[in-house]
């Protein structure tokens, strides 16, 4: 077949005019979140506002010893406009062709050109290993086989004639053809299909929605609180207008900033962050990809695993399984001839397989052959006599070679249905003494006398670490569903293959299409076949739907819409652009077995961001309420905004970032906030009322002057926040017990050197004060003890909640 039988193709004059009519294959490259959004949700904020104001009002007074909070609310801005740019980035180079370039016939000449300059009527070349471009109808076609597997899930190579649609994304497995393109740009399959994927969404996070839940919170509380602060303030000083009069609002001003910046939880944010990064660097050594930070904590809160066939359970292509012979075997040279089949150049894939085990010395001259059609299903070659194969070789489906009256064909047939209901493929060699007959439309015609030799099984390669990967997620508790857009019955066969002992397969054309109704065949079905796309992300919300947090693995693009509807989406290395663009992890080598140190780095990572959680919001619930008390009893605010500083940096920022780090294999439990509040709520109240007592005592005795005062203060919150820091700590080890005593010797020197002392204003009280204070903090220190083993105790209480969580 030669080109010109489908013409010239379009002139250069043609081709300009569809480009100025817009009909390319050129895709605007769009993002629903413009940097400028990004930028604006993360640094146009309340908080941001509030902090920034602040930072502004003590620069203004000169107190710039008091403005160092700057500089967490700097870092927590950056960070979290560059991960969301970079969750922009991979959404916008979205693409489903992996191949830059398409072959097209214009002008008479074939061109390579960059795919996005294709346009409709454009006349394409397809020829073995390319991706199709745009959607094109075949004109002319010689032998060929489309894979559809990315679009459609399918495994099996499709036969496309003349008429034939090829969708974009298909790849062209053998043989050539020339189509005419009738669908570019975003009207083309693989753009439709992959439309909705390109919206933008942030992964789910139990954590984030927690902690952006407490951000609301305070939010609502901050302005009222606010007010009375400042109010508070100003009294303290002598009245407003006395205040504004003597210029002694500059003292109520950094005061007030002290008490709401003490209140903004901004190093929490800002160490669940680097908790997540250094996760996901973790992760990226052990060639796992993560998209998005959050997704760290995933897998960790998975309870069902949804898992395509084709591509990550199996590595996609066909091998050769066994033989079975079939009473026949005493005709000589069948296995030359199978060894000619797998050798041969126009062999399909699954005859190719017979290579590796039937060998082909090339000695054998053909009298004749018959190429394999999809019509017919069948393949034949004819050996000369005097050779030890001579005569005719069939090698096709059974149902297609054999009459059902032939000798032993009944018995053939019989047991080939047996083979393909256990979900292996399976093909009959015949022998027959005399040749197909040709026709002269090159149509071919079965040769008489045949008789059925061996019949021939076929199966998907399964990657060697899915077993044991899938026991690992069973033990631990995670459902599993098989998912595939292939025959129920093949799916089943590689389900009992990697230890899933699945039902016979249910066929996906009968799932009903009501959402309560799905929800429920969800629940107690395993494996799914002839799975479409659209199913596939309907699997995925039902199962939603029934409280399950969903984790899907995929590497077609028809997995992608329902990879960005899971909790989690699982790229394989083998995946489509697309595929892997909306995922959430990407695993770089296509190992399956990665996925339990995914787990394991997932449960460290949610353990330990707990842990920290209530050394911060305890620090806010103490913030606030010592706002609102000593700005109802309008008096001075007990600290410099330099010295919440220095006590927020040893008693929670500096020992944190070494807690959040940490080995912690403790198993997940849904309730992370709930658990976070009940014990940060009552300890804040816990340090709030010490820090109110010593000042009471200090206001009753009238001993000490300002700064004693404050600095009394700033040791009985550091002394139990200390103590707060080891209970959280526990089980201690040699790190945990040398990183508390280091802030308790920083705690030392900050109140003692005089560099540091000077600088964050603190001046050691006298004796009676000071021991006033350790009193205090004594009892402060033993009411966070009794609280923290009320805490545990309640904890390891059973609940009556569903127990979803990964069991060690």
């Given at each position: 077949m030669t080109h010109q039988s489908v013409g010239a193709g379009l002139s250069g004059a043609e081709v300009a005019i569809r480009v100025t009519a817009g009909l390319t294959n050129n895709v605007p490259d769009r993002s629903s979140r413009s940097l400028w959004d990004i930028f604006r949700a993360n640094v146009l904020t309340l908080f941001n506002a509030i902090v920034a104001g602040s930072f502004l009002l003590l620069l203004f007074l000169g107190q710039w010893r008091d403005a160092l909070f700057g500089f967490a609310a700097v870092g927590n801005a950056l960070i979290g406009v560059v991960q969301e740019f970079r969750a922009k980035k991979s959404l916008d180079r979205l693409a489903v062709l992996n191949a830059p370039r398409a072959r097209v016939l214009r002008d008479s000449a074939v061109q390579d050109i960059d795919?996005?300059?294709?346009?409709?009527?454009?006349?394409?070349?397809?020829?073995?290993?390319?991706?199709?471009?745009?959607?094109?109808?075949?004109?002319?076609?010689?032998?060929?086989?489309?894979?559809?597997?990315?679009?459609?899930?399918?495994?099996?190579?499709?036969?496309?004639?003349?008429?034939?649609?090829?969708?974009?994304?298909?790849?062209?497995?053998?043989?050539?053809?020339?189509?005419?393109?009738?669908?570019?740009?975003?009207?083309?399959?693989?753009?439709?299909?992959?439309?909705?994927?390109?919206?933008?969404?942030?992964?789910?996070?139990?954590?984030?929605?927690?902690?952006?839940q407490v951000l609301r919170w305070i939010t609502v509380a901050l302005l009222p609180v606010m007010a009375i602060v400042v109010n508070g303030q100003m009294q303290s000083q002598g009245g407003w207008?006395?205040?504004?009069?003597?210029?002694?609002?500059?003292?109520?001003?950094?005061?007030?900033?002290?008490?709401?910046?003490?209140?903004?939880?901004?190093?929490?944010?800002?160490?669940?962050?680097?908790?997540?990064?250094?996760?996901?660097?973790?992760?990226?050594?052990?060639?796992?990809?993560?998209?998005?930070?959050?997704?760290?904590?995933?897998?960790?809160?998975?309870?069902?695993?949804?898992?395509?066939?084709?591509?990550?359970?199996?590595?996609?292509?066909?091998?050769?399984?066994?033989?079975?012979?079939?009473?026949?075997?005493?005709?000589g040279g069948w296995k030359q001839a199978l060894g000619w089949f797998g050798a041969d150049p126009n062999a399909n894939a699954t005859a190719r397989c017979l290579a590796e085990t039937f060998d082909d010395d090339g000695s054998l001259s053909i009298a004749s052959s018959v190429p394999f059609s999809s019509a017919r299903k069948w393949s034949a070659v004819s050996f000369p006599k005097g050779t030890s194969s001579a005569g005719s070789w069939l090698l096709g489906a059974p149902e297609m070679v054999l009459h059902p009256k032939a000798p032993g064909a009944q018995v053939a047939l019989d047991t080939a249905a047996g083979l393909a209901d256990s979900g292996l493929r399976t093909l009959v060699l015949a022998y027959s003494p005399s040749p197909p007959t040709v026709q002269d439309d090159d149509d071919a015609v079965l040769p008489t006398g045949l008789v059925p030799v061996v019949l021939l099984t076929f199966r998907e390669q399964v990657r060697s670490d899915a077993a044991r990967t899938l026991a690992y997620f069973t033990e631990q508790g995670v459902s599993l569903r098989i998912i595939s857009g292939d025959d129920p019955r093949t799916v089943a066969a590689v389900a009992r293959e990697v230890g899933v002992s699945p039902d016979l397969g249910f066929d996906a054309r009968e799932l009903p299409e009501d959402p309560e109704e799905l929800a429920e065949v969800m629940q107690h079905h395993t494996v799914f076949g002839r799975v479409t796309p659209a199913q596939k992300k309907g699997m995925v919300i039902a199962l939603q739907r029934r409280g399950h947090v969903v984790a899907m693995t995929g590497d077609g693009v028809n997995d992608a819409l329902a990879l960005k509807e899971a909790d989690i989406g699982i790229a394989m290395d083998s995946a489509a652009a697309a595929t892997k663009a909306v995922s959430r992890l990407v695993l770089l080598d296509g190992r399956f077995d990665r996925l339990p140190g995914v787990v394991a780095e997932g449960r460290r990572v949610i353990a330990n961001i707990e842990r920290v959680s209530m050394l911060f919001l305890a620090k806010t619930a103490y913030a606030v309420i010592l706002s609102i008390t000593f700005g109802a009893l309008l008096w001075d605010f007990p600290f410099l905004p330099r010295q919440l500083s220095a006590t927020d940096g040893i008693t929670i920022g500096i020992p944190a970032f070494f807690l959040a780090l940490m080995p912690n294999t403790r198993r997940y439990r849904s309730g992370f906030l709930k658990r976070s509040l009940s014990f940060a709520l009552p300890a804040g109240?816990?340090?709030?009322?010490?820090?109110?007592?010593?000042?009471?005592?200090?206001?009753?005795?009238?001993?000490?002057?300002?700064?004693?005062?404050?600095?009394?203060?700033?040791?009985?919150?550091?002394?139990?926040?200390?103590?707060?820091?080891?209970?959280?700590?526990?089980?201690?080890?040699?790190?945990?017990?040398?990183?508390?005593?280091?802030?308790?010797?920083?705690?030392?020197?900050?109140?003692?050197?005089?560099?540091?002392?000077?600088?964050?204003?603190?001046?050691?009280?006298?004796?009676?004060?000071?021991?006033?204070?350790?009193?205090?903090?004594?009892?402060?220190?033993?009411?966070?003890?009794?609280?923290?083993?009320?805490?545990?105790?309640l904890l390891a209480a059973p609940d009556d909640t569903p127990e979803r969580a990964l069991r060690p």
């Open positions: 795919v996005k300059d294709v346009v409709k009527d454009d006349i394409l070349v397809l020829r073995a290993g390319d991706q199709v471009s745009a959607d094109a109808v075949i004109l002319e076609a010689e032998g060929l086989e489309i894979d559809e597997s990315l679009l459609t899930g399918e495994s099996d190579p499709v036969d496309k004639g003349i008429g034939n649609e090829v969708l974009s994304g298909s790849s062209v497995v053998s043989g050539q053809a020339w189509a005419v393109v009738h669908r570019v740009g975003a009207d083309a399959f693989s753009n439709r299909l992959t439309a909705e994927a390109k919206r933008f969404s942030l992964v789910h996070s139990e954590i984030r929605r927690g902690l952006n207008e006395h205040a504004i009069a003597t210029g002694a609002w500059r003292t109520g001003a950094v005061g007030a900033v002290a008490s709401i910046i003490a209140m903004i939880p901004l190093g929490l944010v800002l160490m669940t962050s680097v908790a997540f990064a250094v996760g996901a660097v973790r992760l990226t050594q052990q060639k796992v990809l993560i998209q998005e930070l959050a997704a760290v904590e995933g897998l960790a809160r998975v309870d069902v695993l949804c898992l395509d066939k084709t591509g990550t359970l199996t590595a996609g292509k066909i091998v050769f399984d066994e033989v079975h012979p079939l009473g026949h075997v005493s005709q109240l816990i340090i709030a009322l010490a820090v109110v007592a010593i000042n009471s005592y200090s206001r009753l005795t009238g001993i000490g002057t300002i700064a004693q005062v404050r600095t009394a203060a700033a040791i009985v919150l550091a002394l139990i926040a200390l103590w707060m820091l080891v209970v959280l700590s526990r089980p201690l080890n040699g790190w945990r017990v040398l990183i508390i005593g280091a802030m308790f010797a920083a705690l030392a020197l900050v109140l003692t050197v005089p560099l540091l002392s000077e600088f964050f204003d603190f001046t050691v009280p006298g004796w009676n004060h000071l021991v006033a204070s350790g009193i205090v903090a004594l009892l402060g220190g033993v009411a966070i003890e009794v609280l923290f083993r009320h805490h545990r105790r």
